[in-house]
C-alpha cells in the first residue's frame, strides 16, 4: 500500500511528464518542501521504501535525495535517517528580499527551540519491526484468544466507570493485580494505592519530571543509555549529567555537601540498556544510601526484567529497603505488545495521590475496557504463563543467535554475556562507522541500531544491537547473513 507522500509525489510527478525521472524526482521533492507539503523537520523515507512507493530505481530517489542535500534542503541524521531541514534556502537566490513586515507563509513554521532539539536527537526510527528489531517482542505469540474472550466477557457487563475518565491513576482491578504479581514476581513491595497506570512509560516519565523537577535541576543518567529517558527529560528543561556504566552498573559519581545533588538518578538495574550489565547488590546499597543522603529520587526502569534466561530475575531495586526513595516503572510493551500503550509506575506512599491528581490533570486516564481486560488476564493467570512461554522462546532464540555469530566471526564480537534481555550487542571494532553500518543494512531490510548512538559524551564504543525477539530460530542464520556481508566489507583481510 503507497504512503501518503508516495501519492502526492506520485501524482505530481504524473503532472510533469517531460523531462528525465531523475530531475521531474528533483523537481517535485523540491516544490513539495518548498510549499509545505512536506513539513520542515519532516523525516523522509528511506530510499529503498519510496522507491518502492514510486515504481521507480532506488538510485534515482538516492540522486534525488543528494542533489536536495547538496543544496541545503536536506540533511542525514546519524543513525536516524533524512530530514528536511528546519531552515530552508531561498527559493530564488536572486530575488529581491522582502520587506521585513511582510508576513511569512503559514507552511512555514518556526518550531520552539526545544521542539528542534528534540527532533535533532530523536532516536524513533520508522520502521518498528523486522529483524533485528531491539527492543520488539514477538507479537504474533500474543494469546490474543484468551484475550478477546475476556474483554467480550467483560463489555457485556461494563460498569459505567469504565466508560468515563480515570480519576484515581487507573483501573482499581488492575492496581490490586498488579500489586500482587510484582510483589511475587519482581519483590516489588507495595499496595494497589501506590500503582498508577500511565499511556507507555514515556508518559511515566514525563510526569516524573514536571512534578519532581524545575528546569535546571540535574539528572543523573547512564552513559549509553535510553534514547527515551535522555529526550523526556532534557525537553522538560532538565540538565542532563551522564555516568558511565561497568560490568556492575551505574558508576556512581561522588557527591559532597558542595555538590549540586541530582533530582533524579535513572537506572536501569536489572538488565542496563543497552549493555546489559546487572547492577550488583553491593551498589544498589550505595546507590540508595546516596539517594537518601542527596535527597535525590531514583527512577527504576525496569523494562525487561522479566526476561531472564539463566538465573533467577533479579530483584527490583524498589524492594531492597523499606521506605527507599525509589519510583519503580514497568511496562507491557516488552511482555505483552507495544501497541497496547499501558505501562505503570510505583510510587512513594506520600506521593500517590498527589501523582494521580497531576496525571488525571494533564493526561485524562482512559481505556478502561482493555485495563479491565488486563486486569482479569493477570488475575487468571494468563499472563504469568505468556511470561514463561516467551522467556523460553527467547532463550532459544538468543541461544541460536549467539552461536551464529560464534561460528562466523567468534567470540570478541559479543559484547556481554548477560543472558538476558530481548536483545544482544554485537561488537565492532572502534574503527567501524557503526553508524554507517546500520544504515546500510536499513536500506537491506534489516533493522540494528548503532551503539554509538546511545552515547551522549564522546568515547563512543561501536557496536549493533540486536534485536533477536522477532527472529525464528530456523531464520536466525539467514537472517544474520546481511549483517555478516555488510561487515566483512569493512573488516581488513
Given at each position: 500500500m503507497r504512503t501518503l507522500l508516495g501519492d502526492l509525489l506520485a501524482s505530481r510527478l504524473s503532472q510533469t511528464p517531460s523531462g528525465t525521472l531523475n530531475k521531474r524526482l528533483?523537481?517535485?521533492?523540491?516544490?513539495?518542501?518548498?510549499?509545505?507539503?512536506?513539513?520542515?523537520?519532516?523525516?523522509?523515507?528511506?530510499?529503498?521504501?519510496?522507491?518502492?512507493?514510486?515504481?521507480?530505481?532506488?538510485?534515482?530517489?538516492?540522486a534525488a535525495y543528494e542533489q536536495l542535500q547538496s543544496e541545503g534542503y536536506l540533511q542525514t541524521r546519524a543513525g536516524s535517517?533524512?530530514?528536511?531541514?528546519?531552515?530552508?534556502?531561498?527559493?530564488?537566490?536572486?530575488?529581491?528580499?522582502?520587506?521585513?513586515?511582510?508576513?511569512?507563509?503559514?507552511?512555514?513554521?518556526?518550531?520552539?527551540?526545544?521542539?528542534?532539539?528534540?527532533?535533532?536527537?530523536?532516536?524513533?526510527?520508522?520502521?518498528?519491526?523486522g529483524a533485528f528489531m531491539p527492543g520488539v517482542p514477538d507479537v504474533s505469540h500474543m494469546p490474543h484468544d484468551i484475550w478477546r474472550k475476556i474483554h467480550l466477557k467483560l463489555s457485556r457487563r461494563m460498569p459505567?466507570?469504565?466508560?468515563?475518565?480515570?480519576?484515581?491513576?487507573?483501573?482499581?482491578?488492575?492496581?490490586?493485580?498488579?500489586?500482587?504479581?510484582?510483589?511475587?514476581?519482581?519483590?516489588?513491595?507495595?499496595?494497589?494505592e501506590q500503582i498508577l497506570?500511565?499511556?507507555?512509560?514515556?508518559?511515566?516519565?514525563?510526569?516524573?519530571?514536571?512534578?519532581?523537577?524545575?528546569?535546571?535541576?540535574?539528572?543523573?543518567?547512564?552513559?549509553?543509555?535510553?534514547?527515551?529517558?535522555?529526550n523526556v527529560l532534557a525537553v522538560n528543561g532538565i540538565e542532563l549529567?551522564?555516568?558511565?556504566?561497568?560490568?556492575?552498573?551505574?558508576?556512581?559519581?561522588?557527591f559532597n555537601a558542595d555538590a549540586r545533588p541530582p533530582r533524579l538518578i535513572c537506572v536501569t538495574p536489572s538488565h542496563q540498556y543497552p549493555l546489559g550489565s546487572v547492577m550488583s547488590l553491593q551498589r544498589r546499597h550505595q546507590l540508595l544510601d546516596l539517594a537518601r543522603q542527596a535527597g535525590s529520587w531514583v527512577i527504576e526502569d525496569d523494562y525487561d526484567g522479566e526476561f531472564r534466561f539463566a538465573d533467577s530475575p533479579i530483584p527490583a531495586l524498589q524492594g531492597l529497603a523499606p521506605d527507599a526513595p525509589v519510583i519503580y516503572l514497568g511496562t507491557f510493551s516488552k511482555?505483552?505488545?507495544?501497541?497496547?500503550?499501558?505501562?505503570?509506575?510505583?510510587?512513594?506512599?506520600?506521593?500517590?495521590?498527589?501523582?494521580?491528581?497531576?496525571?488525571?490533570?494533564?493526561?485524562?486516564?482512559?481505556?478502561?475496557?482493555?485495563?479491565?481486560?488486563?486486569?482479569?488476564?493477570?488475575?487468571?493467570?494468563?499472563?504469568?504463563?505468556?511470561?514463561?512461554?516467551m522467556r523460553q522462546l527467547y532463550s532459544r532464540?538468543?541461544?541460536?543467535?549467539?552461536?551464529?555469530?560464534?561460528?562466523?566471526?567468534?567470540?570478541?564480537?559479543?559484547?556481554?554475556?548477560?543472558?538476558?534481555?530481548?536483545?544482544?550487542?554485537?561488537?565492532?571494532?572502534?574503527?567501524?562507522?557503526?553508524?554507517?553500518?546500520?544504515?546500510?543494512?536499513?536500506?537491506?531490510?534489516?533493522?540494528?541500531?548503532?551503539?554509538?548512538?546511545?552515547?551522549?559524551?564522546?568515547?563512543a564504543r561501536r557496536g549493533l544491537l540486536l534485536g533477536y525477539a522477532c527472529v525464528e530460530e530456523h531464520e536466525m542464520a539467514e537472517k544474520f547473513a546481511p549483517v555478516l556481508a555488510c561487515l566483512r566489507r569493512r573488516l581488513p583481510g
Open positions: 528533483y523537481d517535485v521533492l523540491q516544490c513539495a518542501i518548498q510549499d509545505g507539503s512536506i513539513a520542515p523537520g519532516s523525516r523522509l523515507p528511506a530510499s529503498r521504501d519510496l522507491a518502492k512507493d514510486l515504481s521507480v530505481s532506488r538510485n534515482t530517489v538516492l535517517g533524512t530530514f528536511v531541514c528546519e531552515v530552508l534556502p531561498e527559493s530564488v537566490p536572486d530575488a529581491e528580499v522582502a520587506p521585513a513586515t511582510a508576513l511569512r507563509p503559514f507552511n512555514f513554521v518556526r518550531l520552539s527551540t526545544r521542539g528542534s532539539r528534540l527532533l535533532m536527537r530523536s532516536g524513533a526510527g520508522p520502521h518498528q519491526w459505567v466507570e469504565a466508560l468515563s475518565y480515570s480519576s484515581h491513576g487507573g483501573c482499581l482491578q488492575l492496581q490490586q493485580a498488579l500489586a500482587e504479581y510484582l510483589r511475587v514476581i519482581r519483590s516489588v513491595n507495595c499496595t494497589p497506570v500511565t499511556a507507555g512509560t514515556h508518559q511515566a516519565l514525563d510526569l516524573l519530571a514536571k512534578m519532581l523537577c524545575d528546569p535546571g535541576d540535574r539528572a543523573w543518567i547512564e552513559e549509553p543509555g535510553y534514547w527515551g529517558i535522555r549529567q551522564p555516568l558511565p556504566v561497568d560490568d556492575e552498573g551505574l558508576m556512581l559519581a561522588d511482555t505483552l505488545y507495544p501497541g497496547l500503550r499501558l505501562s505503570y509506575m510505583v510510587v512513594p506512599k506520600p506521593l500517590a495521590a498527589r501523582m494521580k491528581m497531576a496525571h488525571s490533570e494533564l493526561y485524562r486516564g482512559g481505556n478502561g475496557l482493555v485495563q479491565l481486560t488486563l486486569a482479569e488476564f493477570i488475575r487468571e493467570g494468563h499472563y504469568a504463563a505468556h511470561v514463561r512461554k532464540r538468543r541461544a541460536e543467535l549467539v552461536r551464529v555469530i560464534r561460528d562466523t566471526l567468534g567470540e570478541g564480537f559479543i559484547a556481554q554475556q548477560s543472558n538476558a534481555g530481548l536483545h544482544l550487542v554485537l561488537s565492532l571494532p572502534a574503527d567501524i562507522d557503526d553508524v554507517a553500518l546500520s544504515a546500510e543494512l536499513e536500506q537491506n531490510g534489516v533493522l540494528t541500531r548503532p551503539l554509538s548512538a546511545y552515547y551522549l559524551l564522546g568515547n
